[in-house]
């Protein structure tokens, strides 16, 4: 048969991915009960798991059962008293300001802190109550800069609609 | 290059002749596009270029629809891959086995070992060349990639990093959000 192009390649609607790479996608599971119902041909060694989740059952293999184990803990690791809080915080309609809460508890003097952000940043810095508030948007920058002079620093970058990115923090 | 989506910082419609400068720039590189370039740039909508905020400064696309159709770096420009998926024969096509798959969808560089293996295939090559990136057992592309090395020098000395990893599912550009 001859190939007409442009090729029509199938993407999975809940990863986005071609199917065939969901299973290097972000959640495999969420994707199998779509592949099993639409196009069950692109993994011919899972035939047997589709026909039973076409018939109503929830897929269950060893994959998943790790992933919502990790979760929880890492859930746990982050409520800990001691963590530096970067947020984006909005000032009218275009502008944004930094503001990195928290430092306090490491016995950082904010201070000095804000003074050495404003040269290294070259943006103005303040101290506000507990906090230092930069302007601009610099959260990215903050948090690479911080994790760099405070390596045990437990860091939490926080946006609209909650935590999204923490790393850091020696473990306990 | 890029690991999330980025704001866009602006947007413009490009003139007709920087679209004819785009199309001919395709075709130099591609031509076998010829046939179904038309399609890409249908005449009732407006080629728009988008760059992004810093520090992404050097980064630009171009999409037309809701597609992007390419994505310009510095001197360099290389086709988004859901075009890449549609017109696969526009790239040269280098195939890594399966164990690399999982690491070039993180972003990482492609290894020269993961080309030379039972599971992989080379064309010849220059160095800085732009190539898709297939993978072992599969039909579609997964990244598009520049060689760091020539395909000889790859053959011959098979260690390190041979393709620079530019766009690869699930990135940012893949990802990207498109105002509309």
Not at chain 1, 100 to 108: E, N, V, Y
Not at chain 2, 97 to 113: E, L, S, Y
């Amino acid at each position: 048969m001859e190939t007409i192009y442009p090729l029509q390649v199938t993407y999975c609607p809940i990863c986005t991915l071609p199917v065939e790479y969901c299973e290097y996608g972000p959640d495999f599971n969420a994707c199998k009960k779509w592949i099993a119902n639409n196009c069950p041909e692109a993994y011919p060694e899972l035939a047997e798991e589709f026909e039973k989740i076409k018939l109503g059952e929830e897929p269950a293999p060893i994959e998943e059962a790790k992933a919502p184990v990790q979760a929880p803990t890492k859930k746990v690791k982050f409520e800990g008293p001691k963590q530096v809080k970067i947020a984006l915080l909005k000032r009218g309609a275009t502008k944004n300001i930094t503001a990195i809460s928290g430092l306090k508890d490491f016995g950082i003097d904010l201070k000095a802190e804000a003074k050495n952000i404003r040269k290294k940043f070259a943006c103005g810095c303040s101290v506000v109550d507990d906090s230092i508030e930069l302007q601009g948007n610099s959260v990215n920058q903050v948090y690479d800069h911080l994790s760099e002079i405070y390596p045990d620093m437990k860091l939490v970058i926080e946006e609209e609609g909650g935590k999204k990115k923490v790393n850091k923090g020696s473990k306990k | 290059m890029l690991k999330k989506p980025e704001e866009i910082r602006t947007t413009s419609q490009l003139r007709s002749s920087n679209v004819r400068g785009l199309k001919s720039a395709m075709l130099e590189g591609h031509p076998e596009m010829e046939p179904y370039i038309d399609l890409l740039f249908p005449k009732q909508h407006s080629v728009i270029e988008a760059k992004l905020k810093a520090p992404h400064n050097n980064l630009s696309f171009t999409y037309v629809e809701k597609t992007i159709i390419s994505i310009h770096c510095e001197d360099i420009m290389f086709p988004h891959l859901k075009l890449l998926h549609k017109f696969p024969f526009m790239l040269k096509k280098m195939q890594v086995d399966k164990g690399a798959i999982r690491f070039v969808i993180g972003g990482a560089n492609v290894m020269a070992p993961g080309l030379v293996s039972a599971g992989g295939a080379i064309e010849e090559a220059k160095q800085g060349e732009i190539v898709a990136i297939m993978a072992e057992g599969k039909t579609h592309a997964l990244a598009i990639g520049r060689m760091m090395k020539s395909t000889e020098e790859i053959r011959s000395n098979p260690t390190g990093a041979a393709i620079e990893n530019l766009h690869y599912l699930n990135d940012g550009f893949w990802k990207m959000e498109l105002p509309s």
